[in-house]
């Protein structure tokens, strides 16, 4: 922000008058300014946060493209490792790797169909995946 000296005399004794207030005051100030113009002084970060939950659900609706990661071997490791080389082609050592290297994605950009066949498979096999 520029320093005071640069600002009219207007704004500096708005300033003045501001810096003044209670903070009860200041959000009765914040409230009939954003009535008045139309305005919300929320960052958008902050409303982006507020409404995430319901943006999440629309977004997993639209959504055609899908990414099946998973998060842990669980106790069967070899079981997880035989499923990830069926569902990738990889060889052992780079399922291996796959898996012990988890959180990682198996497979990117596929359909919600085939995700959640492969959850399914992966599951079963006692791995912890999540679709995203």
């Avoid at 708005?14 to 960052?43: M, W």
């Avoid at 490792?81 to 796959?98: D, Y």
Wanted: hydrophobic share 40%; net charge negative; no cysteine.
């Amino acid at each position: 922000m520029s320093d005071e000296g640069d600002l009219s005399p207007k704004v500096s004794e708005l300033l003045d008058s501001i810096g003044g207030l209670t903070v009860l005051e200041l959000a009765d100030l914040v409230k009939a300014l954003e009535d008045k113009f139309g305005v919300s002084a929320a960052a958008p970060v902050m409303m982006a946060g507020a409404a995430g939950g319901g943006a999440e659900e629309e977004e997993e609706e639209e959504k055609d493209s899908f990414d099946v990661v998973i998060t842990g071997p669980g106790d069967k490791k070899i079981q997880v490792i035989k499923v990830v080389r069926e569902i990738t082609s990889l060889g052992l050592k780079e399922a291996k790797a796959l898996v012990d290297e988890a959180p990682k994605a198996v497979k990117e950009g596929i359909t919600k169909q085939e995700a959640d066949e492969i959850h399914a498979k992966l599951s079963e096999a006692g791995a912890g995946v999540e679709i995203k």
